[in-house]
């Protein structure tokens, strides 16, 4: 059984700083990608930031230069730091892991609400 276990998120006023966090526990190999996605009601669930690999990392445009991600191998868990942040990053934001092998099964967190005040 595989869990990801999502802290940090909360409300902030425009131009402040979230660090979100995700840790992954339970039968875990072959860990090819983690990542973090949004989602605003009625809208799709979007990329925000992916992390591959030895560490290649990409960041949809409207983040770039704000936010950062990262990853700590020993300890399962991805990172995004969040700086200046706008309004319009306001949504839930969901942890992704894509793990296993041979079969890749794709793992998501349960969400963390990120507000950001005007």
């Known amino acids: 059984q595989v869990q990801l276990v999502q802290s940090g998120g909360g409300l902030v006023q425009a131009g402040g700083s979230l660090r979100l966090s995700c840790a992954a526990s339970?039968?875990?190999?072959?860990?090819?990608?983690m990542g973090w996605y949004r989602q605003v009601p009625g809208n799709e669930r979007e990329l925000v930031a992916t992390?591959?690999?030895?560490?290649?990392?990409n960041y949809a445009d409207s983040v770039k230069g704000r936010f950062t991600i990262s990853r700590d191998n020993a300890k399962n868990t991805v990172y995004l730091q969040m700086n200046s942040l706008k309004p319009e990053d306001t949504a839930a934001y969901y942890c992704k892991v894509v793990a296993g092998f041979p079969r890749k099964v794709i793992y998501w967190g349960q969400g963390t609400r990120v507000t950001v005040s005007s």
């Open positions: 992390i591959i690999g030895a560490g290649s990392t």
């Open positions: 339970g039968r875990l190999s072959s860990i090819d990608e």
